[in-house]
């Protein structure tokens, strides 16, 4: 059984930054897909960034493209989501999924293909 535990929500003002954690109980190269979603009141949960971990390659929402960025620890154990110059609109729920299968990268897009998810983290931009 795999666990996924988030930190590093919190509260700040937009222009700000964060960076959540998300501790895993495996290898995250054990996973195929190490994805950050987010999900707002009253909204649908959207993917907002992923790893597809057989050649690394991360993959962005157009929404967070140039001010969020995904990665792994040194250990290989954690995923990280730096977040830069944060919007009032980047206020949701964040949670950290792996994917144990795919038959492609192209799957890592979809939420569905995310069999491990995490508790969650709030974050909340303030205007």
């Known amino acids: 059984q795999v666990q996924l535990v988030e930190s590093g929500g919190g509260s700040v003002q937009a222009g700000g930054s964060l960076r959540l954690s998300c501790a895993s109980s495996?290898?995250?190269?054990?996973?195929?897909?190490m994805g950050w979603f987010r999900q707002a009141p009253g909204e649908e949960r959207e993917r907002v960034a992923h790893?597809?971990?057989?050649?690394?390659?991360?993959f962005y929402a157009d929404s967070v493209k140039d001010r969020f960025t995904i990665s792994q620890g040194h250990a290989k154990k954690t995923l990280y989501l730096q977040m830069n110059n944060l919007k009032p609109e980047d206020t949701a729920m964040y949670y950290c999924?792996?994917?144990?299968?795919?038959?492609?990268?192209?799957?890592?897009?979809?939420?569905?293909?995310?069999?491990?998810w995490g508790q969650g983290t709030q974050v909340t931009v303030s205007s």
């Open positions: 999924a792996a994917a144990s299968a795919a038959a492609s990268g192209s799957w890592c897009y979809a939420e569905s293909s995310y069999n491990y």
């Open positions: 495996v290898y995250i190269y054990s996973m195929y897909c």
């Open positions: 790893i597809y971990t057989p050649t690394g390659g991360t």
